[in-house]
T-cell receptor, first 108, second 114 residues
Framework: DAKTTQPTSMDCAEGRAANLPCNHS???????VYWYRQIHSQGPQYIIHGLKNNETNEMASLIITEDRKSSTLILPHATLRDTAVYYCIVRVEDDMRFGAGTRLTVKP | KAGVTQTPRYLIKTRGQQVTLSCSPISGHRSVSWYQQTPGQGLQFLFEYFSETQRNKGNFPGRFSGRQFSNSRSEMNVSTLELGDSALYLC?????????????FGQGTRLTVV
């Protein structure tokens, strides 16, 4: 069973920041928080991951709370091509347990 | 650098048949994991191989099996196919299969059982 909970769906205006929340209140000390997205039943695309500290890469930023019980993925300037299902996962090995994810719709 | 390659991309089989799907990981990656995605159940973990050994297994019947070769390429096999096995089968590879190494997915094999 997935160890994360996410909102079922969210909308975002094109050009604005998209903030996707994730709760992982039972996360263990050695589990990393990972984010993937999936577009049109293609293979999930890796976005970003982190353990304790906030992380940023060319795609997104990941903010993890100090108690590590929740995190937020930030897409700073959402485009129409960011419309996808976003999955938040806690992972220690490669048996990743996916939940239903958040369906993000970016609107013009 | 080539990504994760899955073959074939599409497959149609008849109930009762068996099927073998192939996954070539990113060069240098030693962990390969498999997932089944259906509209009703979402993405579900099947099993993970590391250095030719199955390290983790999900909650699937014994009809689902896999193996990994010395070059890290992996195959999964489904025997006695059922209609409910129709799904997108995805594999992911990572360097070591541990939490701090990114796992990258292939484009999947879409299996239709008729």
């Amino acid at each position: 069973d997935a160890k994360t909970t996410q909102p079922t769906s969210m909308d975002c205006a094109e050009g604005r920041a998209a903030n996707l929340p994730c709760n992982h209140s039972t996360i263990s000390g050695n589990e990393y928080v990972y984010w993937y997205r999936q577009i049109h039943s293609q293979g999930p695309q890796y976005i970003i991951h982190g353990l304790k500290n906030n992380e940023t890469n060319e795609m997104a930023s990941l903010i993890i709370t100090e108690d590590r019980k929740s995190s937020t993925l930030i897409l700073p300037h959402a485009t129409l091509r960011d419309t996808a299902v976003y999955y938040c996962i806690v992972r220690v090995e490669d048996d990743m347990r996916f939940g239903a994810g958040t369906r993000l719709t970016v609107k013009p | 650098k080539a990504g994760v390659t899955q073959t074939p991309r599409y497959l149609i089989k008849t109930r009762g048949q068996q099927v073998t799907l192939s996954c070539s990981p990113i060069s240098g990656h030693r962990s390969v994991s498999w997932y089944q995605q259906t509209p009703g159940q979402g993405l579900q973990f099947l099993f993970e191989y590391f250095s030719e050994t199955q390290r983790n297994k999900g909650n699937f019947p014994g009809r689902f099996s896999g193996r990994q070769f010395s070059n890290s390429r992996s195959e999964m096999n489904v025997s006695t196919l059922e209609l409910g096995d129709s799904a997108l089968y995805l594999c992911a590879s990572s360097l070591t299969g541990t939490g701090n190494t990114e796992a990258f997915f292939g484009q999947g094999t879409r299996l239709t059982v008729v």
